[in-house]
């Protein structure tokens, strides 16, 4: 089968990019569209290989040739999201939407984490189905009864505040008390309500939104635009999180997080591990343009959590690539400039009773985490804790004896939430903060922080980071501290090359590659060597674009090939003709 991919602007055949799609069903596309999917998304799907081979999968299992949208949207999910290695658990998956036993995507998502959380033990299934809400019905009675009365509760305000009323939160609440009914069923009560409570919007309303929202203007915000129509162009408004109550900013937190006066403010936060790559590059045009686009500032962070791998070199280095592809950060700021006041955090959620200090080994820990089972130091006195943790501070502990772990749930469906570690003991001088420290905060600890301290509005990550949004934001309520939108997008590999700074780093310990500017590696120091321009990989980039699609966006190293030359052989051919006119003009002088 052969079709078009799209990709920004420009046009690509499949065979090029991917090879012969001889493996796919003639009629697949046909089969996609007659269970509800829109051309668009169909179209996608058949783009990416892995993704259109998963779903004939799932058509095959389901044994449907028509259905609802709904159930449709479902069986793609289900093709999109299971990861890499649960292959043995599509057809059980599958069977519970086609028979209807998961309707919405609530019950999906349950279901997913669930499967993963268990990895390749045995499945419960009277566990399964509870966790997944299976055999729970929220009818449109309920999901009209429950509005009504959120309504009916906060109806003086409502009447006072009309349509500048912060809807979002009751929309928010409404889903976590129907935690099983259908989001946009839930979506239109609301609306249905809100026409019904205040009618029409008449000019003051209308006024009052305009007044209100160019309250909020930042300094680069672009003349005669408030935030809001800003926030609601097309790129932005994909950048939302999704709905937890938890991500929600009170208005105090507003109001103290509008004094930084940008709309937008980004940070692009590699860790100084490894040398960048073209994947990096992605990450860096995405933040660094998305504040541009928007009259926002973008910081460079370095979260720099683990000084065991990190250094010097790598951070010079990984500073001098982001200029070298063009790009100016507001700040060069660095996590571990921030210890102390992590430290604090630390102690406050200590004093709240929400972190302890335990100790047991990461066998121990990993086993206890994968059987839902409390650690026997759970449940420390307060002052006990602080006092441990304080002697973990001194230095009274050898690595590993003791860690800080924050008090969650330890039977969470996501694994990430149960008891994480958030400090550590290591004896290691730290290249950046020197030897003042010998605990050391985990990175999903340093960096919700971190974003919060710096007033990041829109924190971009790879979609590895999705099973730790929980996490991010449930630290930050504990703290009641600002919240960014967070929001994950696919990682950029390139076929038949490798790019894990793991794997390169064996390539460099076995003598393979002399160093991280190696010619043959899409380092961004290797493409220097190799005569890359700049501007050639920040077309590149922009070419490839910003996707969630599968695990991960797979570019054909040919279309790598092709970006690079466009821009970079017309400019070095100049280059040469420029110098032989010279030379040839020189001789002649002679």
Known sequence: ????????????NTDILFGDHNTMSDNLEERLCKIGLQKDVVKNALQNKKLAVRLGQVLEIAHIE????????LLYKIAAKLPPGFESRLELITKYVAEDK?????????????????????????????????????????????VKKMFEENKDAIIKERYAFNFVSLLHKAKEMLKWGDGKKIFEAVEKLKAEFLGPKTKEDEEKAKSSAGKGKGKGAKEGKDDFSEFKKERLSKIIGRDLSSALNSKKLLEEHKKIGY???????????????????????????????????CYLRFDDTNPEKENKKFMTDIEECVHWL??????????????????????QLIKLGKAYVCHQSKAEMTEARSKC???PWRNR?????????????????KEKEAMLRLKIDMKHANPTMRDPVAYRVKYVAHPHAGDRWCIYPMYDFTHCISDSIENITHSCCSLEFEIRRDLYYWILEALDIYRAYVWEFSRLNVTYTVMSKRLLQSLLDDHLIADWDDPR??????LRRRGVRPEAINEFCDLVGVTRRGNEMMISDKLLDLSLIHISEPTRQAEISYAVFCLKKKKKKK
């Open 373 to 375: 089972i409390d650690s």
């Open 102 to 146: 998961i309707v919405n995507d609530v019950q999906l998502e349950a279901a997913l984490t669930y499967i993963k959380t268990i990895g390749d033990s045995d499945l419960n299934t009277k566990e399964f189905e509870e966790i997944s809400g299976m055999g729970i019905v929220v009818t449109e009675k309920e999901i009209e009864d429950t």
């Open 381 to 397: 006195p307060v002052e006990e804790n602080l006092k441990l943790f304080e002697w973990m501070r001194q230095g009274r502990y």
């Open 1 to 12: 089968m052969r079709c078009a991919i799209n990709i920004g602007w420009r046009v690509y």
């Open 326 to 347: 063009g790009y100016k950060p507001w700040k060069v700021t660095f996590a571990s400039d921030y210890f102390p006041k992590l430290y604090e955090y630390a102690v």
């Open 66 to 73: 028509s259905c609802s949208k709904q159930k449709g949207a």
């Open 263 to 297: 709309s937008v403010v980004t940070r692009f936060p590699p860790e100084p591990n490894g040398i960048l790559h073209i994947g990096h590059a992605k990450a860096m045009r995405h933040n660094f343009t998305l504040a541009e686009d928007y009259g926002g500032v």
């Open 521 to 526: 590696l899409l380092t961004l120091l290797g």
